[in-house]
């Protein structure tokens, strides 16, 4: 594959995202690592999977927009903070270099390389009876499976602009 290519498929699985939802009075974010970006029903689309026990998960429930936002490498840190601690416990976000800002209807922060602001069209709970034996066993012993979201991309803001 060309390296254009190999790059788009890195830019979650290598390069990792933040998912924020919520107001930037009440919004949770999290690392992700698992999603994609492409086209349904003729619209741009990017999906994200986010398990029920995280805190996040509430917030993408209530809320109909969501951002999905990458970072150059010197916030690699931060976003393996923002991964690892809950907004449960406490504001993660202070423990970081980062810095909130509207973003639409949600939030992201000011040193996104790029942010894609979507709304929500669609999600849907995995079921284990759909899910082949190995992931079961590597992904969900203990823990319910993903919920996928999938937002139509509304605005992108950042390097592209």
Request: charged share 25%.
């Amino acid at each position: 594959m060309r390296k254009t290519i190999n790059d788009m498929y890195d830019l979650f699985n290598k390069k990792w995202a933040l998912v924020s939802a919520g107001k930037p009075d009440d919004f949770n974010v999290m690392t992700v690592s698992w999603g994609s970006l492409g086209t349904l029903w003729s619209r741009a689309i990017v999906t994200v999977y986010i398990k029920p026990c995280r805190y996040t998960h509430q917030f993408m429930e209530n809320n109909e927009y969501f951002t999905v936002s990458f970072y150059d490498e010197e916030y690699r840190r931060d976003m393996a903070l923002l991964g690892r601690l809950s907004g449960r416990d406490g504001d993660k976000v202070a423990q970081t270099k980062l810095q909130p800002i509207a973003c639409g209807d949600s939030v992201s922060f000011s040193q996104a390389r790029v942010t894609i602001l979507c709304r929500k069209i669609y999600q849907h709970d995995f079921q284990r009876e759909g899910i082949p034996e190995e992931v079961i066993e590597r992904y969900y012993q203990t823990e319910e499976p993903h919920t996928m979201y999938i937002g139509e991309v509304v605005e992108v803001f950042g390097e592209d602009e």
